[in-house]
């Protein structure tokens, strides 16, 4: 199977492994390797470049990852943040039941109440994976991970399950700081916990993960328009609307006329399109927007579109990401418990800002490269990663270990490090060197050979077409260069 393939390359190569692996491991706990980690950060690096520069008045900031209770109360975490649990009555086994649910029924039931899951339980006949004991009645179980903060204990904080409470929390001063200008863009890239009921699909549903979002504070009046929507109006977006099964092709013109969304969320909408389709290469139709509707999206929505991208590894369209328009809950909800007024007066017009917020999931996305770009073609092994995402983007080998060509390999590497993410290997054949860098990913190879001491030339070797070509020593990095940002 794809995804055994897959794990396979991930545990061998350094990409990911179990936390705790010496230990046994603990589920939805996940390390990254050094491959990974690198991965990972490019994936971070090309989000901070597209988001973080669609508009001067988008920034990042970092906050902390322990809040204390009344932060969670203000965002009603601790009142709704629930998720349906169930139990063996014969081995205490825990497991969501809406998952139990939909695997049985082949549909979404994220609308149904825990009695509802109930009820489904019982009436397809569903009962505990591990040792087929009866299941008992569906209850609501809180995710967030609690601690305590002192050395006595006597403040009660938990471990943040969102990004987002960073970026809401911090607004008052952050608006000040920015001279009181909106729309403004929060943003925050980090860690945040969740404590799972039962984490299944692998690497895909975690209990610590990493977010990348962006928070944006605007005036609710200008939601129906943007500066530079009809630098999108003609843009195609692939959309599978709320109550139908068909992914359609609307653009962002014809998306505002016709379904009414306004003109700042659908240019936004375009924005991360272009994310995916661009920057992260994905094809066209492993991409879509799905519309959540009725007791699918949080009440708080009041527009809400995921992010899906089709993964052979887990069976279909999967979320990645997510564009809310949240309204004014946020900064309403912690304006009343913290008595703190988050009013903000610009031209003397007084309001509390709505926030639009972009929300992705790093670990699925990095999951999503992976799978999608992951081939094996005859007895190559091959990621196909876009060359600006991969964790290595070069790979220096002397052709033979001859002094003088190791000489100059060295030399080389030395001169691309500091540029480019280099690797040096002079391990093995030629050939079996290619398939290692293959592989992981690296797009490009380059040997030093006896042409390199003579002409001053190396070969360069293209991952994805595997064709090779003299290339003269003092243009290599232009060269590179060129590749990586066409």
Known sequence: MKVD??????????????????YGGVSGFWEYGHLGTKLRQNWENAWRRHFLGLDPNYHEITTTNIMPKGVFEGSGHLENFNDPLTSCTKCNQRFRA????????????????????SEAIRAEGITCPKCKGELGEVNLFNMMFQVNIGAAGGLTGYLRPETAQGSFVSFKRMFEVLRNKLPMGLAIVGRVYRNEISPRQGFFRLREFNQAELQIFFDPDAFEEHPDFETVRDTVLRVKQFGSDDIVSLTCGELVESR??????????????????????????????????????????????????YMETLGGFKEVGGIH???????????????????????GKKFVPHVLELSFGVDRNFWALMDVFYEQEGERTVFHFPPALAPVTVAVFPLLNKPELIAAAEALYTRLSPHFSADYDRGG??????????????PYCLTVDFDTVEKGTVTLRDRDSMAQEAVALDTVAATLIARLCP
């Open 5 to 22: 393939d897959i794990m396979d390359v991930a545990l061998r190569r350094g990409f990911i492994f179990p936390a705790s692996e010496i």
């Open 98 to 117: 809406d998952d139990l649910v939909q695997e049985a029924t082949g549909r979404s039931v994220e609308d149904l109440t825990p009695l509802e899951l």
């Open 260 to 309: 009414g969304i306004g003109k700042f969320y659908v240019y936004h909408m375009a924005r991360v399109q272009e994310f995916y389709l661009t920057t992260l290469r994905i094809p066209p139709e492993l991409f879509r927007f799905r519309e959540l509707g009725g007791k699918e999206k949080a009440f708080y929505n009041k527009v809400h579109w995921d992010v899906e991208v």
């Open 325 to 347: 328009y949240r309204t004014d809950h946020d900064l309403g909800g912690h304006e009343k418990a913290s008595k703190q007024r988050l009013q903000v007066n610009i031209d």
């Open 429 to 442: 054949s030629i050939g079996r060197r290619y398939r290692r860098h293959d592989e992981v990913g690296t």
